[in-house]
């Protein structure tokens, strides 16, 4: 039997405290009643040389607890020869380079070039060795299949060239995902032969904002070896991020977390925040590994501006782009009998629904069923429809849905039945349900019921509804029911019709129908239904790098382009919605038919967590115990991760516990049994 962490066998030595103990132990066996002493003279007592030990018993259940627990530390396994490789065959090398943007501090990257370089080196010639750099993204660097190519002498320069056209940039570190792409190059490269060792050396500066997600998923393949090439960084760093705004229609102050690290090296640090472009600077006291919510002088006209923080070493993180939100106006087509003052009608609860934000202005077009001129409804984002429409309105409706847009029909009787299934192409009727009715089957794994997710708010019982129709969804193509009756009939169906999508709603939310409207599940569902509209601009102004930005889709032949911060423009084609070339920080400007938009692209808050991440980390979460003797011998680190890889599977410790665990049991038992004869 061999152990992996010898060094802990050391607490062994804990067994002379219960030893000590009972040597040190005197009970008096035994009283006897006397009269008085005074006219005895004193002496002291005599002590014999010799301490006999009582309850040798109990004594070496005591010392076997901390023998079994000093070995289960140590992590023993049973040993077993190294397999040799085979003639010809070598090891499969996957070398992972960290390019996230904290390498970006101080020598980082020239560290991780020079370890790169010094592991390729150390590669025999009949490995098989890819390089592959990452971020938020894995982005293979140099192929098994292309290094095998190479001669053998030109494979490390050509490497690291390679390696060095593609230094750190502003993304985020997804270091699980990393990990989880070099595993499957691995199995890939493999096929049906494992013969062959394989390991995985990640260079990197560990630190603990790194993401881990995809390793809580997948199971790490337990022959490959983990090898870990953590960085030192130096200097004190300190970070800005902007809080969340409160929605609503007033515009407040701008209010930002300032962040120093913790960790090894981190110092308190006395800091200055300020516009770049001038104005006063607000100082910020911080001890290391702390923050504090400040605020931040306006700037005039409430124009985007960017933030520097300085008393820092560190300028990777230093700067926050801020960009204030614009409302998109969003046309929203009302079709009904009724005109918005009624409390009893459907457009009275709708308006209030939808109220201007600092990140949207709804407007809402309310026509009747049977009105040829739609006005601004015919672009609308969103058309509710409460009445049967019209010729006219259902042309409308169906370009509307032909451009991915939202159609939600208000079923106020049982002819509105021939307007869903004029919109699906198909026939539908429906009737009149007797008696109230509640919400069962609600399909809370919906987008629009997205919100409703937490069992805090998904609780649909209390809303009672007076009226309903029954409606066959079968007859309707993909329909799919989001919530049904008690009695089983749909109460709200979503109909997939060209590109867009057709909510149906069997009964309506005003008081004679339901109490929908005055529920507090009515606003999330509409922003929901909402929400569901292709082009919808969600009016959000900050963003992370590497995020897709959500813009209008505009109209046909109109000039669309984005200006990014390094003055490159960028043309949009029409009907283009999402801009995801988002990889630098900054201020973007977004230009459509002479309107501007400014938003703003900041560095993930996790890249600031510059802390060093503890390698235990990975092992708890699958890896084993990764290997940190990068300067050792390649055979020497192969034997160390081969009787890794055993004890792992072996796992003879948890066995140690459960035993220590047994034997202070029997203790506890032994020593309850030697009191009770005592007294």
């Known amino acids: 039997m061999r152990f992996l962490f010898p060094i802990f066998l050391a607490g062994a030595a804990a067994v002379l405290v219960p030893i000590v103990l009972h040597m040190a132990r005197r009970q008096t066996r035994r009283q006897v009643p006397f009269s008085t002493l005074m006219f005895l003279e004193s002496s002291p007592p005599r002590f014999e040389r010799r301490q006999r030990i009582e309850h040798l018993a109990l004594l070496a259940l005591r010392c076997l607890v901390f023998l079994l627990l000093a070995a289960a530390f140590a992590r023993p396994f049973l040993a077993q020869p190294v397999p040799a490789l085979a003639v010809g065959v070598g090891e499969r090398l996957v070398v992972l380079v960290d390019t996230s943007a904290s390498m970006r501090r101080g020598e980082l990257w ?102 881990l997600d995809a390793l809580g998923i997948s199971d790490w393949p337990a022959r490959i070896a983990l090898e870990i090439e ?49 104005g006063a600077a607000v100082p910020v006291a911080l001890p290391a590994g702390q923050s504090r919510v400040i605020d931040v002088p306006p700037r005039a006209g409430d124009t985007p501006g960017t933030l520097v923080v300085e008393g820092d070493g560190v300028d990777f993180d230093d700067r926050l782009h801020v960009a204030p939100p614009m409302p998109v106006h969003v046309n929203i087509l009302y079709l009904g009998l009724d005109q918005g003052a009624d409390a009893q009608q459907p457009l009275f609860y709708l308006r ?88 069962t ?62 909510f149906v709603m069997t009964s309506g939310w005003q008081p004679a129908d339901s109490q929908l409207a005055l529920s507090s599940k009515f606003v999330p569902l509409l922003h929901g239904i909402l929400e569901a509209s292709a082009g919808l601009d969600s009016g959000q ?88 003797t990068a300067a050792a011998p390649v055979a020497q680190s192969r034997e160390v991760g081969f009787y890794a890889g055993l004890e792992r599977d072996q796992r003879l410790w948890r066995w140690l516990v459960v035993a220590a665990l047994a034997v202070l049991l029997g203790e506890t038992w032994l020593a309850a049994r030697a009191s009770r004869r005592t007294a």
Do not use: C
């Open 352 to 439: 209030r629904a939808f109220p201007t934000t600092r990140l949207r202005a709804p407007a809402i077009t309310a026509r009747r069923p049977d009105a040829t001129d739609l006005g601004e409804g015919k672009a609308a984002q969103l058309a509710v429809v409460t009445a049967p429409p019209g010729a006219a309105a259902l042309a409308a409706l169906r370009a509307q849905l032909l451009r991915g847009r939202s159609v939600l029909v208000v079923m106020d009787g049982v002819d509105a039945a021939a307007a869903v299934g004029a919109l699906t192409g198909t026939r539908v009727s429906a009737v009149e349900a007797s008696g109230d009715a509640l919400l």
């Open 110 to 211: 020239a560290q991780a070039q020079a370890r790169a370089r010094a592991r390729l080196g150390r590669a025999g010639s009949a490995d098989r060795v890819t390089v592959v750099a990452f971020d938020r993204r894995p982005r293979t660097v140099v192929g098994f299949d292309e290094w095998a190519q190479q001669r053998p002498d030109e494979r490390v320069a050509a490497a690291l060239q390679q390696l060095a056209a593609q230094p750190p940039g502003w993304e985020s570190t997804d270091l699980g995902r990393a990990l989880m792409t070099a595993a499957e190059a691995i199995v890939d490269d493999e096929g049906d032969s494992t013969s062959a060792a394989a390991r995985v050396v990640l260079v990197t500066d560990l630190q603990e904002g790194s993401r």
């Open 541 to 628: 102004a900050q963003f992370f790098v590497g995020d897709p930005v959500t813009l209008p889709a505009g109209e046909e032949g109109g000039e669309r382009r984005v200006r990014r911060p390094d003055g490159k423009t960028v043309p949009l084609a029409a009907g283009t919605s999402v801009f995801t070339e988002t990889e630098l920080p900054g201020l973007y400007t977004f230009e459509d038919a002479g309107t501007t938009r400014t938003f703003a692209v900041n560095l993930d808050p996790a890249e600031s967590a510059t802390a060093p991440m503890p390698p235990e980390s990975l092992e708890r979460l699958g890896l084993g115990a990764p290997i940190r």
């Open 441 to 502: 089957e609600v399909n809370l794994a919906h987008p629009i019921l997205a919100p409703f997710a937490d069992p805090r708010f998904g609780d649909f019982t209390k809303i009672r509804f007076w009226k309903h129709r029954r409606l066959d969804e079968k007859r309707l193509p993909g329909a799919r029911v989001l919530a049904r009756f008690d009695d089983g009939a749909p109460a709200w169906l979503v109909v997939p019709v060209e590109k867009g999508t057709l």
């Open 230 to 278: 953590a960085l030192e960084p130096g200097g004190a760093n300190a970070s800005l991020q902007a809080l969340p705004e409160l929605v609503g229609a007033e515009p407040r102050g701008l209010r930002v977390r300032v962040t120093t690290a913790r960790g090894a090296g981190a110092q308190d640090l006395s800091l200055q925040v300020h516009w770049a472009d001038g």
